[in-house]
């Protein structure tokens, strides 16, 4: 694989379902994030890793965890989906989580949540 | 807090030029983005600027004015495949991108 890449593409989920949402980078990247993207509201930060091992809470954190075991791997799990979780995800990796650094984004996912 | 300003949609001709503004208001400045979005695809990256002035890359271009809260992406010679979103993004004081909502150009024949 080249790049970033994320699985699955889409996914239909009932509420109260726990979903995971994978993410994979062979680019050696640092830094890794997710982000959801809803009509009208742009890209918003839900959780970021620096580097393997650690991660924090961006903007809109709640309902979603994250894990950061290795370099190549940033799995986002819904714990227990709820409709407003539709959206679409983006994953995205950096060399590092530093100016100047662009951000480089895999090809979303697409849930909704019924 | 972040507040990153951009019009929603813009439309314009065939090889004619159009200016995209960014105005922000964010808790510290690490630089600014532009990253242009097709319908369906992931963003890809266009431009970077962390000093005042202008960025210019091929078609595109990219100005910075950090005392006014300011930026904007020039494109020229407009083409057809153009048409897509454009995102202003500001990285702040700990390295997190804020996003605005897209500006959305449509390119017309």
């Known amino acids: 694989i080249a790049g970033i890449t994320q699985a699955p593409t889409s996914q239909i989920l009932a509420a109260g379902r726990r979903m995971t949402l994978r993410c994979t980078q062979d680019?050696?990247?640092?830094?890794m994030y997710w982000y959801r993207q809803d009509l009208g509201l742009g890209l918003r930060l839900i959780h970021y890793?620096?580097?393997?091992?650690?991660?924090g809470k961006g903007e809109v954190p709640d309902g979603y965890s994250v894990s950061r075991a290795n370099t190549d791997d940033f799995p986002l799990t819904l714990a227990s989906a709820v409709p407003s979780q539709t959206s679409v995800y983006f994953c995205?990796?950096?060399?590092?989580?530093?100016?100047?650094?662009?951000?480089?984004f895999g090809p979303g996912t697409r849930l909704t949540v019924l | 807090g972040q507040n990153i300003d951009q019009p929603t949609e813009m439309t314009a001709t065939e090889g004619a030029i159009v200016q995209i503004n960014c105005t922000y208001q964010t808790s510290g400045f690490n630089g600014l983005f532009w990253y242009q979005q097709h319908a369906g695809e992931a963003p890809t990256f266009l431009s970077y600027?962390?000093?005042?002035g202008l960025e210019e890359k091929g078609r595109f271009s990219s100005f910075l004015s950090r005392s006014k809260g300011y930026s904007y992406l020039l494109l020229k010679e407009l083409q057809m495949k153009d048409s897509a979103s454009y995102l202003c993004?500001?990285?702040?004081?700990?390295?997190?991108?804020?996003f605005g909502a897209g500006t959305t150009v449509t390119v017309r024949a």
């Open positions: 680019m050696r990247h640092n830094a």
């Open positions: 993004a500001v990285l702040d004081n700990d390295y997190k991108l804020s």
């Open positions: 995205a990796s950096s060399e590092r989580a530093s100016g100047g650094n662009e951000q480089f």
């Open positions: 600027n962390v000093l005042d």
């Open positions: 890793s620096n580097t393997a091992g650690t991660t």
